[in-house]
């Protein structure tokens, strides 16, 4: 399942029970208010299909405002957009030879943030791959993990970066392909995520 899906799923199952919660604490906080209404131009005691109606209609407009309040927030929450291409075909997927450098475009792109964003990008490079960085402070490479590379939201808010990446096989006599991806780590569940990655397959030419 798309993990937007998924997220939408349960965001839906969550304005829905909140709305029958609240429904039924107003209808419980207003009970007496009701009935003296119902009291005054029915002349009797509230009976179980008033309070069903009422409840209802605190249900209706309880999720219509918690969608209301939610869809504005989705809005204008910030967009991070992240995607790798090649650098002459723009292509997503890409095919190494022996010997052969290729370089690869990281473009990431941050918008509608209007202060600081917390988490990061991450991009994992297969082992068999020999990767050097066309020198960009900005990326982080820990020496625990030589081949994954991360960058920090913070440094990126409002702002568009192209980062590249030479690579070339380390094999030289087997064929292999690899789906090198973006994740991001450590952000708020309000941050909206277009992500996608790259194919990158060597074969062995006789």
Known sequence: MNKDKKKNGISETIIVLLSIIVAYLLTTWTQSWFDSIVKYFLHKSHTLPTITTVTSIYTAVVNQLLRSVYNCIIEHRPVVSSNLKTKYANNTAIELRAGKTETILWHVDVQKGKKSIEGYLLIKFPDWLDITVKGDKKIVNEPEFPLNYKINLK??????????????????SRQTSSTV??????????????????????????
């Open 155 to 172: 440094e990126l808010v409002g702002t568009s970066m192209t980062f590249y990446f030479d690579v070339v096989p380390k094999v030289t």
């Open 181 to 206: 991806a973006v994740e991001c780590l450590d952000s708020s569940m309000f941050i909206k995520k277009n992500l996608s990655g790259i194919s990158i397959s060597f074969r062995e030419v006789n």
